[in-house]
């Protein structure tokens, strides 16, 4: 029997941004769990299909707790279920999001959401020294038929320190994040392709992840820095 996201999912997740308050929840934990358990397989379906392909080390699915410490909005409940899946450091870089939410808010991601310091300034020069090669991959049919052909994410306006803002390149020089996303309805992840299509879309990024895990694992002259 194959796994899927049951229709009750969403049903709970809508009542629950209808009543997010922990009297509410407290009252409806019981389903909560049983539905956060039949979450976790569809996630773990996924883990498993990746690992058909790719080296995952570990799947994360988040709490329904939000971290309201530093936040405007003190409601205590997310109204969606999230999720990670983690390349095996540090030969592969790079991670997967699943992200399940109603009212056609799905969406999974790929990229680099935060890289450290040190990976974004050698992602930046290795642009700045030739741009050729990740401009074909966002150029290549098969990949932005699912991906598109630009990255999102949050850049800078101008030059990063160190970097002309006339460079050829400043378009990649300057983001800060290098993420794809990908959106789904309601119908879609509620059908029994759901988990193939995730996986095949994860899939197709691997020119991506291959050339970035390259360019993260050397120096600007090619020498190896894991081995």
Known sequence: MSVTVPKAVFEFLKTLEENNNRDWFNDNKNEFKALQTDVKQVYTAIFNA?????????????????????????????????????????????GYYLHIQPNNQSFIATGFWEPAKE???????????????????????????????????????????????????????RKKQYVFTKKYTDAQVLSATFIDDVNASFKAVRPFFD??????????NGVSLID
């Open 50 to 94: 990746l690992n058909a392909h790719d080296d995952i080390d570990k799947m994360k699915l988040f709490r329904i707790y939000r971290d309201v410490r530093f936040s405007k909005n003190k409601l205590p409940y997310k109204t969606h279920f999230g999720g990670a899946f983690h390349r095996t450091k540090p030969k592969l870089r790079g």
């Open 119 to 173: 990976d974004l300034l050698r992602i930046r020069k290795e642009f700045e020294m030739d741009d050729k090669d990740i401009r074909a991959i966002l150029a290549n049919k098969n990949f932005n038929t699912v991906w598109g052909n630009t990255f999102e994410g949050d850049e800078l306006k101008t030059a990063p320190k160190g970097f002309s803002k006339d460079h050829k390149a400043i378009d990649l020089i």
């Open 211 to 220: 050339y970035m895990s390259d360019v993260l694992t050397t120096d600007l």
